[in-house]
């Protein structure tokens, strides 16, 4: 992947109305030759209609698309370059299974390093009639196609979000060394921050119809720009307050009475409100004060329930905020109503000015 060479994918200024509603707000957005960017978006970001446009399934207002800096807005091209998987999978309705794939290597010409179905978990289905397959063996199929065509652009809406975690991974993991070896670029909607996370080589955030933030997968996880961005991405805890006192890097923030020492390379002013970006790692308990974290809190244990992969714990502060989060592995035991001190990793959090979550909800 050469991000120094021209964008494969490339939306500019994009806007789109629908019933006097506004559905983006002049989106940018770059992929580029052999490149995945998963799309993060809440439930009514409208991922499936910016895929949908930008394949030439509908047309925006205002903007342009370009592919390979050729001009595409409202045109279609052949799946040989730019091929759209929808969720549904409803486009594999005749023929067989094996007969499709015969057909896509055809089309395609080029060598597979795997047979297709072994990847996608469809070989003991490869005579089976394609109107026949369930929902969940058609978004197999889906991919399927994919990884036999290889376009020169793929953009996929959410096709295996419902496979098990494992069988998706194992897809996914195929689909992105493909897209790697040969110059592909991926554009991926979904639901699930963690394969973002995990296999992503940039993450995509789209809410209030623009990409609030396009960038490595940790960068946007550990720097989000907005509450958006943190939301969107994994666990948090977002702390309103504001910055008291700056002294180099370090902010120290009051949030409701409670004083948090956290850190910054960005410019910051006293008085400026902020929020403080807590993630599950961020956060421990225990029975004395832990001198190796510099934001020590009094608080009480209100709830403890374990749930899968660990414990699901609600805390009450000493200024009577709650907060609630998923820890993989407690401190300290303790139970229901003990008092206790949280720890909070404060160096490492992110601080998230105010005035970008306000500039989100104007736009």
């Known amino acids: 992947m050469d991000l120094q060479t021209s964008p494969r994918l490339s939306v500019r200024g994009l806007k789109k109305n629908y019933k ?4 983006f707000k002049g989106l940018y957005l770059d992929v580029h030759p052999g490149q995945v960017v998963f799309l993060l978006g809440f439930e009514d970001a409208d991922k499936s ?9 509908d047309s925006p207002t205002r903007g342009d698309i370009f592919f390979e800096n050729k001009k595409i807005t409202n045109d279609w091209i052949s799946s040989s370059k730019l091929l759209y998987i929808r969720r549904t999978g409803k486009q594999y309705l005749y023929g067989r299974v094996k007969q499709r794939i015969t057909g896509w290597q055809e089309k395609s010409g080029k060598a597979q390093d795997a047979d297709p179905l072994d990847i996608v978990g469809l070989k003991a289905a490869e005579d089976s009639l394609c109107r ?28 295996i979000d419902d496979l098990p975690d494992a069988d998706r991974t194992k897809i996914l993991k195929s689909l992105i060394s493909s897209a790697h070896k040969n110059g592909m670029a991926v554009l991926y909607a979904t639901h699930h921050a963690q394969d973002a996370l995990a296999f992503g080589d940039q993450t995509a955030i789209l809410a209030n119809g623009r990409i609030l933030q396009q960038d490595t997968p ?21 702390l309103q307050g504001k910055a008291t006192a700056v002294k180099d890097e ?7 009475g409670l004083g948090f020492t956290c850190f910054s390379e960005n410019w910051i002013s006293p008085g400026e409100p902020l929020l403080i970006c807590l993630r599950p790692e961020h956060i421990f308990w225990g029975h004395e004060a832990n001198p190796g974290y ?8 209100r709830e403890h329930t374990k749930v899968p992969g660990g ?3 609600t805390f009450e502060l000493k200024n009577g905020i709650q907060i609630a989060v998923t820890l993989k592995k407690p401190a300290a035991k303790l139970a229901v109503n003990d008092h206790c001190l949280l720890w909070f990793d404060t160096k490492n959090s992110a601080l998230i000015p105010c005035q970008s979550n306000m500039d989100e909800d104007n736009k």
Do not use: W
């Open 20 to 23: 006097h509603q506004e559905i």
């Open 49 to 57: 209609c910016l895929l949908g446009t930008i394949a030439g399934f």
């Open 132 to 159: 026949g397959l369930t929902a969940q063996q058609r978004q197999r199929l889906s991919l399927a196609q994919a990884l036999t065509l290889l376009p020169r652009l793929l953009l996929v809406d959410g096709a």
């Open 218 to 238: 940790m960068n946007v996880y550990k720097q989000p720009g907005s509450a958006a961005c943190a939301q969107l991405t994994g666990e948090c805890i977002l």
């Open 250 to 256: 370090t902010v120290f923030v009051d949030v409701a």
């Open 294 to 301: 510099l934001t020590n809190v009094s608080a009480i244990l």
């Open 311 to 313: 414990h699901r714990v």
